[in-house]
């Protein structure tokens, strides 16, 4: 196997504050990796560094063997589907135009983009009959985040990021959508990295979790080991499995 | 008589007319780019801003008095009238197309930048259209105050409505006032109306 993205020595500062420090962790093909940690941690920077959003202060991020810097920032981006908690839907467009928007930019043919949106409207659970023509202010939340992961697949992307994607609907929502994600990793097998606060979720999504606790990676385990963890972080986050399941 | 005074409403109903057009125009032509460049440089927007505030808060009658002296663009009659008109449509253009492109959702811009969105993709296809509204209603502000402004430009022989106004206050001839204050007045609702009609067409797209 080998590494689809790789952090080396990655840091990132804002002044005198150093947000991330030191990153070094790669990721490999197919794997979803899951970057856990607290408000602050890190996480979404390290992130937003893998789609070139935000570049290293030190170190570099590699995307397929080249890192991000040399990369031609628009080809980068659009190799690479990102899916973020706000979502980000274009509220001027319809779902289809949505979903079509990067095929549309990478400048598919017509037949070929509505094809391809109807089997991604398809993949994500929605009805492209029903959907189809709807404006983003039409749609629930948990639809809506269906909407942005489908857009995030329609170039076929070689990796996805998502940013807490599930973090804003309801518990119930949230599960149907965790689940749709095991389903589409299953389908698809895409490389994907999951940033989340949730332990649960890290739990049931990740094949690795990297835990990450002021901007410094306190480990990379598999959810598995992850339970028997030591260390302060991995113990809080544990913690907050345990103090629900010793509730009466 | 009074065929000779509804002709001369016509023609200078037209005069008025055409410096609104014009000035407008150039305002449009000058603040919305300005308005998109002062987005994205945050450096220079107190300047440009103030420029234009500065415009705005001399008195309209000063303001056409001050350029008749300036070279080039001053002078008595149209040129200097259409100058002044410009300078004094600018600020409700610029800073509505500010505010509109500034207004655009951050998770929208940041998801457009992250799907591989050039600089121009993003003004075209997202900043501009979510932004036109508030664009248009700076547009039709400018349009309306435009057209009663104008009325001044025949102070400096810019012509148009002003010049019944005009000669009505030196004649003390409420008659020739109002020629020239009820079709200003009259266009100035038409083109509010107008605009607004616009307006909400944009909001149902």
């Given at each position: 196997?080998?590494?689809?993205?790789?952090?080396?020595?990655?840091?990132?500062?804002?002044?005198?504050?150093?947000?991330?420090k030191?990153?070094t962790?790669?990721?490999?093909?197919?794997?979803?990796?899951?970057?856990?940690?607290?408000?602050?941690?890190?996480k979404t920077t390290a992130?937003?560094?893998?789609?070139?959003l935000?570049f290293?202060?030190?170190?570099?991020?590699l995307?397929?063997?080249?890192?991000?810097?040399?990369w031609?920032p628009?080809r980068?981006?659009?190799?690479?589907?990102?899916?973020?908690q706000?979502?980000?839907?274009?509220?001027?467009?319809?779902?289809a135009?949505?979903?079509?928007?990067?095929?549309?930019l990478?400048?598919?043919?017509a037949?070929?983009?509505?094809?391809r949106?109807?089997?991604?409207?398809?993949?994500?659970g929605?009805?492209?009959e029903?959907?189809g023509?709807?404006?983003?202010?039409?749609?629930?939340?948990?639809?809506?985040?269906?909407?942005?992961?489908?857009?995030?697949?329609?170039?076929d992307?070689?990796?996805?990021?998502?940013?807490?994607?599930?973090?804003a609907?309801?518990?119930?929502?949230?599960?149907?959508l965790q689940?749709?994600?095991?389903?589409?990793?299953?389908e698809l097998?895409?490389?994907?990295?999951f940033?989340?606060?949730?332990?649960?979720?890290?739990?049931?999504?990740?094949?690795?979790?990297?835990l990450?606790?002021?901007?410094?990676?306190?480990?990379v385990?598999?959810?598995?080991?992850?339970?028997d963890?030591?260390?302060?972080?991995a113990?809080?986050?544990?913690e907050?499995?345990?103090?629900?399941?010793?509730?009466? | 008589?009074n065929?000779?005074?509804?002709?001369?409403?016509?023609?200078?109903?037209?005069?008025?007319l055409?410096?609104?057009?014009?000035s407008?125009?150039?305002?449009?032509?000058?603040?919305?780019?300005?308005?998109?460049l002062?987005?994205?440089?945050?450096?220079?927007?107190p300047?440009?801003?103030?420029?234009?505030?500065?415009?705005?808060?001399?008195?309209?009658?000063?303001?056409?008095?001050?350029?008749?002296?300036?070279?080039?663009?001053?002078?008595?009659g149209?040129?200097?009238a259409?100058v002044?008109?410009?300078l004094?449509?600018?600020?409700?253009?610029?800073?509505?197309?500010?505010?509109?492109?500034?207004?655009?959702?951050?998770?929208?811009r940041e998801?457009?930048?992250?799907?591989?969105?050039?600089?121009?993709?993003?003004?075209?296809?997202?900043?501009?259209?979510?932004?036109?509204?508030?664009?248009l209603?700076?547009?039709?502000?400018?349009?309306?105050?435009?057209?009663g402004?104008?009325t001044?430009?025949?102070a400096?022989?810019?012509?148009?409505?002003?010049?019944?106004?005009?000669?009505?206050?030196?004649s003390?001839d409420?008659a020739?006032i109002?020629?020239?204050?009820?079709?200003a007045?009259?266009?100035a609702?038409?083109?509010?109306?107008?605009?607004?009609?616009?307006?909400?067409?944009?909001?149902?797209?």
């Amino acid at each position: 196997m080998s590494a689809v993205v790789e952090f080396r020595a990655a840091s990132y500062r804002i002044g005198a504050r150093e947000i991330l420090k030191s990153l070094t962790l790669s990721i490999e093909a197919g794997e979803t990796l899951v970057l856990l940690g607290r408000s602050g941690s890190g996480k979404t920077t390290a992130l937003k560094m893998v789609n070139g959003l935000l570049f290293p202060s030190a170190g570099e991020v590699l995307v397929d063997g080249t890192p991000t810097r040399r990369w031609d920032p628009v080809r980068l981006k659009r190799r690479i589907g990102y899916v973020i908690q706000e979502i980000g839907l274009f509220p001027h467009y319809t779902v289809a135009e949505n979903v079509g928007l990067v095929p549309q930019l990478e400048h598919w043919e017509a037949p070929r983009i509505r094809s391809r949106v109807e089997a991604l409207l398809r993949q994500v659970g929605l009805d492209p009959e029903q959907f189809g023509a709807r404006y983003p202010a039409q749609l629930s939340g948990g639809q809506r985040q269906r909407v942005g992961v489908a857009r995030a697949l329609a170039a076929d992307p070689s990796v996805l990021l998502f940013d807490e994607p599930f973090g804003a609907v309801d518990p119930v929502t949230r599960l149907d959508l965790q689940k749709q994600f095991l389903a589409l990793r299953q389908e698809l097998g895409k490389t994907a990295i999951f940033v989340t606060h949730d332990v649960r979720e890290a739990l049931m999504l990740a094949t690795r979790i990297a835990l990450l606790c002021d901007g410094a990676l306190e480990l990379v385990a598999a959810p598995r080991q992850f339970l028997d963890a030591r260390g302060n972080e991995a113990c809080a986050f544990l913690e907050c499995l345990d103090w629900k399941a010793d509730r009466p | 008589m009074n065929t000779g005074l509804a002709s001369e409403i016509a023609q200078l109903t037209l005069e008025h007319l055409t410096l609104v057009l014009i000035s407008m125009a150039i305002a449009m032509g000058v603040a919305v780019p300005a308005g998109i460049l002062i987005a994205r440089r945050l450096a220079w927007r107190p300047w440009v801003l103030g420029f234009a505030n500065v415009m705005q808060t001399i008195p309209s009658l000063a303001l056409f008095g001050f350029l008749i002296p300036v070279p080039l663009i001053g002078g008595i009659g149209k040129r200097t009238a259409i100058v002044a008109l410009v300078l004094y449509a600018l600020l409700p253009i610029l800073r509505n197309t500010l505010v509109g492109i500034l207004g655009v959702d951050p998770a929208v811009r940041e998801s457009a930048v992250a799907m591989g969105m050039t600089g121009r993709q993003l003004l075209w296809r997202v900043e501009l259209p979510l932004a036109a509204r508030t664009i248009l209603a700076g547009i039709r502000v400018a349009t309306v105050t435009t057209i009663g402004t104008a009325t001044i430009a025949a102070a400096i022989g810019g012509g148009g409505l002003g010049v019944f106004i005009f000669r009505g206050i030196a004649s003390v001839d409420s008659a020739q006032i109002l020629a020239g204050a009820v079709p200003a007045a009259c266009i100035a609702l038409a083109a509010d109306g107008a605009l607004g009609w616009v307006e909400r067409r944009w909001t149902a797209g």
